[in-house]
């Protein structure tokens, strides 16, 4: 079942250049859905229309049968995390997760079994007391995540909740994140614009590019699929080939040179693109091979990344540091035909 429903929304803070245009995002109860893309693309603005922190100049944001495109943020009963945590350094951890809840004016025998319920979910109880100023990094977004969810929202939603943290933290907090909202069974969103972290918690990735979902789809399907260039190139691929469809599965480049490509597209004219890592140096024509010339060799730790200059332009190669080619020597490139991707 649908829970979030996101029809045809348009956000414009001048009345001439929409932020949002004409997006729409289902999301189903109890996914974990990631927004993705660089600064400016609308990511957060999307969830802050779902929040109810902005207005939509046009379109509707459903929540199951209800309609609150115009509900006021009090009345949504959303939990919300943001980058900076906002905890209030006043208050303890007890009393910012109990915040929430006396806003609510629930019991305070109630208030009392909920938070230290909630506090232990998040490993925290052994430091209701502390303020903020005493809590390491993680410790804080723990807290601010326990006071998001102890209200019991409809919703959790997560601005770059990670983004303060160095990265070691990164890596374990994702993780609990993860298990948190699979533990809890919480529909929630989440902003990010590192690939990598939304794509090891996600159960599906809306990539965004200038106000428009560009793709939504699993993260499997966007890191090994792209559907658009851009998409292609956010995610990792940074060869492009024109190509021209000669007869089912065979395709030639501007320059002549025939490729086998498995695809069931049926454009006659296309862009293909290939990820460094899928394309091997070969000492032998294997199909879908081309002689380049190393141009520029860069040391990446476990492999060297080759700019290698071909017949269909320079293409950058990424290869295991067994063997280290020299600028100026000249190489076999295969490209299987498996891993080239027709956007």
Do not use: W
């Not at 209030?88 to 079994?113: C, R, S, W």
């Not at 807290?143 to 601005?159: F, M, Q, S, T």
Request: a neutral charge; one cysteine or more; aromatic letters at 8%.
């Amino acid at each position: 079942m649908d829970l979030i429903n996101l029809e045809n929304i348009c956000v414009s803070y001048d009345k001439k250049t929409n932020i949002l245009e004409n997006l729409n995002l289902k999301i189903k109860e109890g996914e974990l859905v990631s927004l993705l893309g660089p600064s400016g693309c609308g990511k957060t603005t999307t969830l802050r229309v779902v929040a109810g922190f902005i207005e939509p100049t046009s379109g509707k944001f459903m929540l199951g049968d209800e309609d609150y495109t115009n509900i006021p943020v009090h009345n949504r009963n959303f939990g919300l995390v943001f980058q900076s945590y906002a905890l209030f350094p006043h208050l303890t951890v007890y009393e910012n997760v109990a915040f929430g809840l006396k806003m609510k004016k629930v019991q305070k025998d109630e208030i009392d079994k909920k938070v230290n319920e909630m506090l232990e979910v998040v490993d925290m109880s052994h430091l209701a007391k502390r303020y903020p100023k005493e809590l390491s990094g993680g410790q804080r977004q723990r807290v601010a995540i326990a006071r998001a969810l102890v209200i019991e929202p409809k919703l959790l939603l997560l601005d770059e909740p990670l983004s303060n943290l160095d990265a070691k933290l990164r890596l374990k907090m994702r993780v609990e994140i993860r298990k948190l909202q699979q533990k809890l069974g919480i529909t929630t969103l989440f902003v990010t614009h590192d690939q990598e972290e939304c794509f090891s918690i996600s159960d599906k990735v809306a990539v965004l590019n200038k106000g428009v979902i560009e793709q939504f789809d699993t993260p499997e399907n966007i890191y090994s699929n792209p559907s658009t260039e851009f998409v292609a190139r956010f995610v990792g691929f940074e060869n492009f080939i024109e190509l021209t469809k000669q007869s089912n599965d065979t395709y030639t480049s501007e320059s002549g040179l025939k490729f086998i490509v498995k695809t069931n597209k049926e454009k006659d004219k296309v862009k293909a693109t290939i990820r460094p890592d899928n394309i091997k140096i070969v000492d032998k024509d294997l199909g879908n091979t081309i002689e380049g010339v190393v141009e520029i060799r860069t040391f990446l730790g476990k492999e060297y990344q080759y700019d290698v200059k071909t017949e269909l332009g320079n293409l950058i190669v990424n290869s295991e540091s067994d063997f280290i080619y020299e600028k100026g020597e000249t190489i076999k490139l295969h490209l299987p035909s498996d891993k080239i991707v027709i956007l």
